[in-house]
């Protein structure tokens, strides 16, 4: 029995639905119609698919308070619930999905508009917010003309930092820095290169999250070369050693400093053993960039690949360590809801409550593997 056998016989409707999506296995009409209700019928995806209702009069709120909601830690907001649904395996195509989506896709359009995104750097930090929810959307297999309409105009700001090969970002000279003494050992950031200001602004990972997945829906070859550029200036030894962080940047309008959202930094680049503080985004971020041409060329990925290699069990599929699983199972998900949407109803009765948690992380990792290799492979 292959791999993939193993988890048409093991897997449940998440695992499932992401096969399909992936093209490890046919998608037939009936059969993701199953795994889709069986998800839908899970508690917490619907508690979850509920806080979309919550964005359907975002034209209402203020366009700070907005970004608040959408980028936080808490389980209702986007940033958070999109990991959630996307690891349920849920994307365009399923009814209730496709209807609850409207209220985010609006909320997208919305901020582009109001924060003057699509003539970037004009306006105020709307394009923060729709860059999270255009990622998300995308990535869930949704597009619409307006997403390459206003995000070409980010992509063509922080285009300048990859043409001109930006690396000297923080300052030498402190003495005129108006710097709280709490942070005097901080590295600050230029202002030349603030992502959040005009001149040449880096790359936020949320750029670079829009940008893999905006490139399989667009046709615009100078885009695309765009997109592409950017890649290989992250790929860049100079640029993976700042370890996709960015310091701390002079806010004008609040008058103080603030931690910049960091860059994009991908583990086992620059060598052969993840940190502590790698693993939690690991699995993500492998997935995540692997969608683009650039970075499968690279070899990066299948360094991460052969990296993985080790955790075979010996009968060929694969578990992985827990501590890969810190941001996979990131609220609102939980590893209890994991197993229902991870394993089998047939698999999930035999098996006793100690052993289902090693279960799901053994489908998830051979089911992860089987993936990365037609990656590879393609």
Known sequence: MNNIEWLLENAGPAIKLRMMNEGLVEKTEAEYE?????ILSIDKVQTVLGYMDDFKNSEAMGERELVARIHNCYENCPETFFLFLHNMGLSKGIPLFDEKIGALRET???LSKTSGWGAYPLGGIGWFGANIVAYNLLKAGYYFDELTVHLAARLNAISKAADEKVFDIYETDLNNIRQPNRWKEKVILKDFCNPYLPGTP????YDMEFAVYL???INDPELKKKIDGLFEYVLTPEYQRLRGDYGWHWDETKNTYHASNPGVYLPLYLNGELSKGDCFFFLNTVDKYSNSPVVIKSGWPRKCYEYLLQYNTG???YRFPDELFSWHVRNPGSVSILYKAYISEEKFAKTKPPARKSLAFEIYGTFFMEMMRKRLET
């Open 202 to 205: 880096l790359p936020l990972n």
């Open 315 to 317: 009968r060929g599929t």
């Open 108 to 110: 997208c359009v919305h």
């Open 215 to 217: 490139y399989r829906f």
């Open 34 to 38: 199953e795994a889709a209700k069986k």
